[in-house]
């Protein structure tokens, strides 16, 4: 099985060479979309691949590993994932293994704003988050990107 630091690298590597690549078909995008879509668009397809490989990759299934030392002390919410999902079963699985994180860290989120909002008295406004609520499929366009990276370097180098 491959190593976190192996994962990252891949990962970045692809990244870089997105990257490249829509600098050199930036104008061709905008014959396609006008305004500033195409680079918000790309900038939340890189934050969704991102964040799938720092955060949210398929082996949150497992009970040690780099994403979770990369939630600090709320890896611990990842506990109960781990103990429910057998390591390269349903997570591994492209798209299903992304919907089943994003269902759980929904439900997660959920329980801890209801538990927050008695004590805080906070309520969450989506459009605080600006211009990456125009474009939410384009985030998980990027995880969903991050996460077939990583099944098919599991793949490639795996055991």
Do not use: C, K, Q
Not at 84 to 96: D, K, N
């Amino acid at each position: 099985m491959p190593s976190g630091r192996t994962h990252r690298r891949i990962a970045w590597s692809i990244l870089v060479a997105a990257g490249v690549a829509y600098v050199f078909l930036r104008s061709r995008l905008n014959e396609f979309v006008s305004g500033d879509a195409p680079f918000e668009l790309a900038v939340l397809v890189a934050l969704g691949f991102v964040g799938g490989t720092v955060l949210l990759p398929p082996d949150l299934d497992l009970r040690r590993n780099d994403a979770l030392r990369n939630w600090g002390l709320l890896g611990i919410l990842w506990r109960p994932y781990a103990a429910v999902f057998r390591h390269r079963g349903l997570s591994h699985i492209p798209i299903i293994g992304t919907a089943t994180r994003a269902a759980y860290l929904a439900l997660v989120a959920v329980a801890l704003a209801a538990l927050a909002r008695p004590v805080l008295d906070v309520v969450i406004d989506p459009s605080s988050v600006g211009w990456m609520t125009r474009h939410p499929l384009a985030l998980l366009v990027g995880w969903v990107a991050a996460d077939w990276v990583h099944i098919r370097t599991d793949s490639a180098f795996g055991s």
